[in-house]
C-alpha cells in the first residue's frame, strides 16, 4: 500500500500499480496505437504516393507523432487518467496527492514517455520503475503522477460501505452536526475525505479503518469538537461531509434567492381611481305657495 501525503498534510492510502500491470498495459496502448497509425497510413497510401518522398516522409512522421503522443495525451485528459491498456487492468493515473490529471499532466506524461518507451525502447522506465517505490517512471516522476490500482481483486467483497448506525446514534449525532462548525476545514481534507468513502469499498479492512481514524483525527483538530462515543470513524466522515453538502445547497439557495430579489422590479403602490367631482348644489326656487290638492 503506497501512502500519499496531501498538501494539507492528510494521508492517502492508494495501492499503487506494480511493474508488471503497468507494462502490460503499455503493451495494450502501444498496440492500439500502432494499429490506429498502420490504418491511418494504408487509407492515405494513395495520396503519399502522389507527393514527392520529402512531403510524403513529413505528413507520415506528423502522424506517428499524432498517434503516439497526441492521441494518449488527449485520451488521458478526456478520461481523467484512463487509456484502453489502464482500463482493461483496473489502473488509473492520478496526481501526487490523489487528485485527477489535467492536461498538463498528461502532455508532459506523453512527451517524456516517447522518448523514454520508443526512442530508448523502455528502458529507463523499467529502470525507474524498479527504484521507485511506487513504480514511477520518468514521465511520471516530471509530471507529479502515479499510476494505482482501482479495482482491487476481493477488496469489497462481503462488507458494506459503511457501517450502519442504531437509530439513537444517528439521533444523537444528527444534533451535533448542526452545531458543528467547518469553517477551517480545507479542502484538501474534504478532497481525502471524498476520495476515502469513494473507495472504501476497495480497501482492506483494517487499513481502511487506520485511513478513518487519521482522517478524524484531521477533522476534529480542525473543528475543535470532538467525535461522538461509539460512532465508527467511517460512518462519522460519511455524517460530518452529508452536513456539508447540505449547507452548501442551502447557501446556494439563498444565494440564488437574493439573485432574484435584486432582479425583480421594484414595488410600486397601487393609483387609486379618481374620484367624480362633487357638484354643489344651486340656489334654491322662490316658494310660490301653492300646494297640490289632497
Known amino acids: 500500500m503506497s501512502q500519499l501525503v496531501t498538501g494539507e498534510a492528510v494521508v492517502l492510502g492508494l495501492r499503487s500499480a506494480k511493474l508488471p500491470s503497468r507494462a502490460l498495459a503499455i503493451w495494450l496502448d502501444l498496440f492500439a496505437e500502432f494499429a490506429?497509425?498502420?490504418?491511418?497510413?494504408?487509407?492515405?497510401?494513395?495520396?503519399?504516393?502522389?507527393?514527392?518522398?520529402?512531403?510524403a516522409a513529413a505528413i507520415?512522421?506528423?502522424?506517428?507523432?499524432?498517434?503516439?503522443?497526441?492521441?494518449?495525451?488527449?485520451?488521458?485528459?478526456?478520461?481523467r487518467g484512463r487509456s484502453l491498456g489502464k482500463l482493461?487492468?483496473?489502473?488509473?493515473?492520478?496526481r501526487t496527492d490523489g487528485g485527477p490529471v489535467r492536461f498538463r499532466h498528461a502532455l508532459v506524461r506523453g512527451l517524456v514517455g516517447f522518448a523514454e518507451l520508443l526512442m530508448f525502447m523502455g528502458v529507463p522506465a523499467v529502470v525507474c520503475s524498479l527504484v521507485s517505490p511506487e513504480g514511477r517512471r520518468l514521465g511520471d516522476v516530471f509530471?507529479?503522477?502515479?499510476?494505482?490500482?482501482?479495482?482491487?481483486?476481493g477488496a469489497g467483497a462481503g462488507r458494506a460501505a459503511l457501517p450502519p448506525l442504531s437509530p439513537e446514534l444517528m439521533q444523537g449525532l444528527g444534533g451535533g452536526l448542526v452545531a458543528l462548525d467547518l469553517s477551517a476545514v480545507p479542502e484538501g481534507l474534504w478532497l481525502a475525505i471524498r476520495q476515502y468513502l469513494g473507495r472504501i469499498g476497495q480497501l482492506d479492512p483494517a487499513v481502511g479503518h487506520g485511513m478513518a481514524l487519521r482522517l478524524v483525527g484531521d477533522l476534529v483538530a480542525?473543528?475543535?469538537?470532538?467525535?461522538?462515543?461509539?460512532?465508527?470513524p467511517a460512518a462519522y466522515l460519511g455524517a460530518v461531509l452529508a452536513e456539508r453538502q447540505r449547507r452548501d445547497w442551502e447557501r446556494s439557495l439563498g444565494h440564488q434567492a437574493q439573485q432574484q430579489a435584486s432582479q425583480a422590479p421594484p414595488y410600486a403602490p397601487p393609483v387609486p381611481a379618481p374620484t367624480p367631482p362633487v357638484t354643489p348644489p344651486g340656489p334654491s326656487a322662490p316658494s310660490t305657495g301653492f300646494a297640490p290638492p289632497a
Open 222 to 232: 480542525r473543528t475543535g469538537q470532538a467525535a461522538p462515543y461509539g460512532v465508527p
Open 143 to 153: 509530471a507529479g503522477t502515479l499510476v494505482v490500482r482501482e479495482r482491487v481483486p
Open 36 to 55: 490506429v497509425l498502420i490504418g491511418v497510413l494504408y487509407l492515405l497510401d494513395s495520396t503519399l504516393n502522389a507527393v514527392d518522398s520529402a512531403a
Open 88 to 94: 482493461a487492468l483496473g489502473l488509473r493515473v492520478v
Open 60 to 79: 507520415a512522421l506528423g502522424l506517428m507523432v499524432f498517434c503516439l503522443v497526441g492521441v494518449p495525451v488527449l485520451v488521458e485528459t478526456l478520461t
